[in-house]
């Protein structure tokens, strides 16, 4: 069985691709530059060259592949015309089963993050390839700039009230994507994918404080503030209103996930916030 991941040189990709190779998986790894990857290429898997923006080369990637795990793209406002590329290629493919990486409650979501993710699902619906939906909630290395500045400054800022975020580590969701990937009984299925451990703007303080030994208290800001905040910090207009959005959305519980399909997935608890934040800090 060939097993393929697009997005493979990104963080959670590469994840994936360690997963498989130690299960010793016939791997396919898709990518835009290989040269990103020549480490994995030496290691036995197959690096095939493809942008979700190019049809033929997506035909040629997947060729003979049986199953394959569709990253989301970076690109928002351009990821469903994409993935749609990649989902046609599957289609043209004969896969056999076509995971994709989404986000909690895609259809009623309202956050930014999630208008793509609902659009691919829709397109998904009603492909001919039989797919499996892996609803990612936060990871918490999405802190690691956020939980640094607020072991320096004392105060960790953001705009998500007294909501909670049910993290996990991109290493978790990645070996869940590698279970679903390897076994079968997952087609049709939808798994809604967060640690067990879901915490508030302070519990998170708390958590930085416990693993850096300073004391950090949670500021919560209006997500107008948060956004200038976020940009005076230097990151564009665009991510700045996205990131807001979504401390927005966690206000709202869209990020909270009590399903425990991470934890079935896994077959162990995933990793704890303060395991997580200690990696990430240290």
Do not use: C, F
Not at 9 to 37: F, H, K, M, N, Y
Not at 39 to 63: M, T
Not at 161 to 178: F, N
Not at 200 to 219: F, H, K, N, S
Request: net charge negative.
């Amino acid at each position: 069985m060939a097993v393929a991941v697009t997005g493979a040189s990104g963080q959670l990709g590469r994840l994936v691709v360690e997963a498989l190779l130690a299960d010793g998986v016939e791997t396919v790894a898709i990518v835009r530059d290989p040269a990103r990857i020549e480490d994995l290429a030496e290691r036995g898997v197959r690096v095939r060259q493809a942008s979700y923006d190019d049809p033929a080369a997506l035909d040629a990637a997947l060729a003979g592949v049986d199953r394959l795990l569709l990253i989301s793209g970076s690109e928002i406002g351009q990821r469903v015309a994409q993935h749609t590329n990649v989902i046609r290629a599957a289609e043209r493919a004969g896969v056999d089963l076509l995971a994709y990486t989404s986000i909690p409650l895609a259809t009623e979501n309202p956050m930014i993050l999630a208008q793509d993710h609902r659009g691919t699902e829709e397109v998904l619906a009603t492909a001919t390839v039989p797919t499996v939906l892996l609803r990612n909630s936060w990871y918490w290395e999405n802190y690691a700039a956020g939980a640094a500045h607020a072991a320096q400054t004392g105060v960790l800022t953001g705009a998500s009230g007294e909501g909670k975020v049910s993290g996990a580590t991109r290493a978790d969701y990645a070996a869940a994507a590698a279970k679903v990937l390897t076994t079968d009984g997952h087609e049709g299925r939808v798994y809604e994918l967060g640690g067990d451990d879901a915490l508030t703007g302070a519990d998170l303080a708390a958590v930085i404080a416990q693993v850096t030994g300073e004391p950090v208290r949670y500021e919560n800001l209006t997500e107008a503030d948060y956004a200038a905040v976020l940009r005076q910090a230097g990151l564009p207009d665009a991510v700045a209103a996205t990131l807001a959005d979504a401390d927005t959305g966690i206000a709202a519980g869209l990020l909270e996930v009590d399903t425990g399909d991470l934890r079935t997935l896994l077959g162990a608890a995933p990793t704890s916030p303060v395991e997580a934040l200690r990696a990430i800090l240290s």
